[in-house]
């Protein structure tokens, strides 16, 4: 018994290590292709990372990564694929951040209440697409991404400042407006180095939780039952169409959770510059973390390291797209190398259970014990 | 490399040294002065806006020789890396550090405290203002009602097509002076408006075949005179008017002169410029002269800070067009007409 | 079992019509179910034994308590299935799909048995198994029915049919045909019934050639 499991925690890893060993392999081929030196960029962006303001840079990313990354691992689960958490998380961020400008509550009371809603909008965003598809089949891929266009009209609407933005005065930006400093969640401050997002730690616990529901509760299990056999989750006991909605309601709900760093620890409001893009790198990082809460922290890390430590390449010379080269190679290397992981794993497992059998190596049954 | 990462983030966090210890923080005047320009969306090579700061960077470089760095933007970045961008060329040195671009506002705000014998250039936005900080802003509706009243005269069909990059209010000033500018010159002509993207997608100032799309379109529906406010996106509205053998109107630079639409420039018929080569020569200049700007620095059409060119010889020859230009220009600057900066 | 909808009609289990309740309250209610196809509605191929052990009850105990797995509760009672059982594997812990369609079978045979079911319904519950674990699997349905357990034997098996029914029902192109007694049927008969060529109450007695049934 022991030696499978060590077999399955090499398996495990083989995934991810082979994705990243590839795409390194393949960057630095296609640095040297262009005539750039290939190893000194990457010894720039670990110089780099050892800076204090970098490293905070770093972690606060990894805090918004992983609450994305999360919510697109729930959905993978389930064998459900929501593009759509880049669209969830922009409107969440901006409908909350209009309610929390909007009100002045005592701290805790604030802040909770522009998650709830940040929580609320992202849920409802996503439930648009599980509804789609409990009722008329309509492939979530589709919609979601379909809603993500519509999210990027709506916001643009939204802040008009003949609706609800504002655009301060002699500035060009648009906002919807300061939230008050009740609103604002306490981070650590690191001197020099700037200030950790005190949500890092609420994306932390929330991993923690994460991992807890899916592996150690009823609800859990059904979800990962479904995503692993639909069939068989059926012929268990499990509502299909009701799994499938709720796992893309929390999915939404996760995915307006990660506009909250920035929203409560920086910017206070949501304006034109609010940084894009952070669903569909989440997606990337939560195949690379295999949905696991802690690989995708790994994950997430590592993605944060590629973004924050390449900021200054360009001073140097190298070009910062490097990395999002990188970026897009580990999105390819993942998706081969885990299926060829998993098939070898597979058979690897049916053979060694056979010779382990042959060799009689099976548990001692009542009957071997009778005879 | 996570794991790497992880032991490396989680131990040296706390202790550390920030980036911007290294590097001299130098007021020494021996040295050649050292100055920045931080870019916005697109970074260097849009043919427009960011090409504009590098030009005035390149000219005090030549004629002052200052040395300077340039810092392009990252992918999804929020304000936090704006301002690690900000305060390492701060602590390297360089005086004056500048922002190109309103959404370098916030970041600016907080940088300049920390450095207050740095003078921050801040382009197209006056909210953030500090002792040193220079904002320095346009009035791109006058120079845009300049194109309008051109475009008016010029057009046969009465149609003329305004297509803006992204629809944020700093391009809605440009589609407001136009606006005006034609229907002042001809109330019955037909203003075709369009933008090529929304916020947060700032591809509409950077994808060409965007532009040449919209363009094309408002060729379709009569327009026979089209103004690009869509940086480098606009040079594919210049390349659909000129194949269409109609007029164009450039932005920012004089784009009559740019080479990389010099196949097309005879149907350029003139550029509304945006004088951020000069301002960011002239912030540069007086730091190094000692007597840095600071505050609000306003480039209007009384001080040439906007304009239309004239370099296209056939719009040279357009004497009754150019005579309608002056005029508009005379009347806004002794204050007669009051150009709109929002639709 | 509630995964598809009837027509018309009523199920009633101990005189409580269940027609209207959703799969996992059947199970819940003591219908133990070993499906047809294994490998689509019995297991989860690629997980270990001990969660496929808790695939279909995992509202009930050992394997949760309110709502919260216990795995170590149903580890070890995946240890007793696959002794009671008689699975050959080297653990608990190695995929579904690494134990053979007789063993595969026999875990399911032991998980649906050790939730006190009141009714139990196999489907074709030995095809694709080899003939020793068929002859177990034979066994656990035998002690469970002589413990008062009801058995709904689908099946195409002849031997199987005849060897383990009280009473037997024949359905043919969905509508029931026959009924016959396993004491005195013979395959032959039985064959033919399932063929629609002999219909309405089945002797066991000397018949004609052709099968004819009085």
């Given amino acids: ?371 | 490399m996570g794991i790497a990462t992880a032991a490396l983030a989680l131990s040296a966090t706390a202790c550390g040294k920030s980036s911007n210890d290294t590097g001299s923080s130098s007021t020494s005047g021996s040295k050649a002065t050292k100055v920045a320009i931080a870019y916005d969306i697109g970074g260097r090579g849009d043919q427009s806006f960011n090409d504009a700061a590098y030009a005035g960077l390149k000219k005090a470089e030549d004629e002052l020789g200052v040395k300077g760095s340039e810092a392009e933007p990252s992918q999804g970045e929020s304000d936090a890396d704006k301002v690690a961008r900000l305060t390492s060329l701060a602590r390297a040195g360089n005086n004056p550090v500048i922002g190109v671009g309103f959404s370098y506002a916030p970041a600016i705000a907080k940088v300049a405290k920390s450095f207050p014998k740095t003078t921050f250039g801040l382009i197209d936005d006056t909210s953030v203002t500090a002792p040193n900080i220079a904002n320095l802003v346009f009035n791109e509706e006058q120079g845009s009602y300049l194109a309008g009243v051109a475009a008016a005269k010029t057009s046969k069909s009465g149609t003329v097509g305004f297509i803006g990059g992204v629809e944020v209010p700093l391009i809605k000033k440009f589609e407001a002076g136009f606006t005006q500018g034609v229907k002042d010159t001809n109330p019955k002509a037909k203003v075709l408006t369009q933008y090529l993207t929304q916020p947060p997608n700032f591809d509409g100032f950077s994808k060409p075949d965007l532009g040449k799309a919209a363009a094309q379109g408002q060729i379709d529906k009569g327009a026979d005179v089209i103004y690009a406010a869509a940086g480098l996106a606009g040079s594919g509205s210049i390349e659909a008017a000129a194949t269409a053998k109609k007029w164009a109107i450039g932005v920012d630079s004089d784009q009559y002169n740019q080479a990389g639409l010099s196949s097309y420039k005879d149907y350029i018929l003139t550029s509304v410029t945006k004088n951020v080569s000069g301002s960011v020569f002239n912030l540069i200049k007086s730091v190094k002269d000692g007597k840095p700007e600071s505050g609000e620095i306003r480039y209007g059409l009384a001080t040439d800070g906007v304009g239309l060119a004239d370099s296209n010889p056939a719009y040279k020859k357009m004497t009754d067009v150019i005579a309608a230009v002056d005029a508009a220009k005379k009347n806004i600057v002794d204050g007669k007409i009051t150009v709109k900066t929002a639709p | 079992m509630g995964m598809a909808t009837p027509d018309a009609g009523v199920i009633s289990l101990d005189g409580e019509d269940i027609s209207k309740l959703p799969v996992r309250k059947r199970r819940e209610g003591g219908i133990g179910y070993i499906p047809e196809d294994r490998h689509r509605h019995g297991l989860l191929l690629e997980a270990p034994l001990w969660e496929n052990r808790i695939l279909g009850h995992v509202t009930e105990a050992p394997n949760s308590k309110r709502g919260i797995l216990d795995p170590k509760a149903a580890r070890k009672d995946t240890e007793r299935i696959v002794r009671e059982y008689d699975v050959r594997t080297p653990g608990i812990d190695v995929t579904a799909a690494s134990l053979s369609g007789g063993n595969q079978q026999k875990l399911i045979v032991g998980r649906e048995m050790s939730h006190d079911p009141k009714f139990l319904i196999a489907a074709h519950p030995t095809r694709g198994v080899d003939v020793g674990a068929q002859a177990q699997i034979w066994d656990a349905i035998r002690d469970a029915r002589r413990e008062g357990l009801a058995v709904l034997l689908i099946s195409a098996d002849l031997d199987e049919l005849i060897g383990l029914s009280d009473t037997l029902r024949v359905m043919y192109r969905g509508k029931l045909v026959a009924d016959a007694d396993p004491a005195t049927i013979t395959p032959e008969q039985l064959g033919s019934a399932m063929t629609g060529a002999a219909t309405g109450h089945l002797e066991g007695t000397e018949q004609s050639e052709d099968g004819d049934a009085r």
Avoid at chain 1, 26 to 31: E, I, K, M, R, Y
Avoid at chain 1, 196 to 202: D, E, K, S
Wanted: net charge neutral.
């Fill in chain 1, 1 to 371: 018994m022991m030696k499978i499991d060590k077999d399955k925690l090499i398996i495990g890893a083989a995934g991810p290590v082979l994705a990243l060993v590839t795409s390194f392999v393949l960057t630095v081929l296609v640095l040297a292709a262009s005539g750039l030196d290939p190893i000194e960029p990457i010894r720039l962006m670990i110089e780099n990372a050892g800076y204090s303001d970098v490293q905070v840079l770093i972690v606060n990313q990894t805090g918004i990564y992983y609450l994305a990354a999360l919510a697109v691992a729930i959905g993978f689960r389930m064998n459900l694929f929501n593009i759509g958490v880049d669209g969830q998380y922009r409107l969440a961020a901006m409908v909350s951040a209009l309610v929390g400008a909007a009100v002045e509550l005592p701290g805790p009371l604030h802040i909770l209440l522009i998650v709830l809603v940040a929580m609320a909008t992202g849920a409802f965003w996503s439930g648009i697409a599980g509804i789609l598809k409990t009722t008329r089949g309509v492939s979530e891929v589709v919609s979601t991404i379909m809603l993500n266009a519509i999210t990027t009209s709506l916001v643009a609407w939204l802040i008009l400042p003949k609706n609800f933005g504002v655009q301060p005065p002699g500035s060009n930006d648009l906002t919807t407006g300061q939230i008050a400093e009740s609103g604002w969640f306490p981070g650590i401050d690191m001197g020099e180095g700037g200030q950790i997002y005190g949500f890092t730690f609420v994306a932390l616990a929330l991993g923690v939780v994460y991992w807890f529901v899916i592996n150690r509760t009823r609800f859990g299990f059904d979800l990962r039952a479904t995503g692993e056999s639909e069939s068989a989750a059926q012929a268990s006991g499990v509502d299909a169409k009701k799994m499938i909605l709720t796992a893309m309601l929390i999915s939404g709900a996760l995915a307006g959770l990660s506009g909250m760093p920035i929203l409560l620890g920086e910017s206070h409001t949501y304006s034109l510059a609010f940084p894009v893009g952070v669903g569909f790198t989440a997606i990337t990082v939560a195949l690379l973390g295999r949905n696991h809460p802690v690989g995708i922290l790994f994950s997430a890390l590592l993605f944060a390291f590629l973004d924050k430590a390449s900021s200054n390449l360009d001073v140097s010379g190298y070009p910062k797209e490097i990395t999002q080269i990188m970026q897009g190679i580990i999105v390819i290397a993942v998706v081969v190398s885990y299926e060829l992981v998993r098939r070898y794993g597979l058979r690897r497992q049916q053979q060694k259970v056979g010779e382990e059998l042959a060799a009689g190596g099976a548990i001692k049954t009542d009957k071997e014990v009778a005879a």
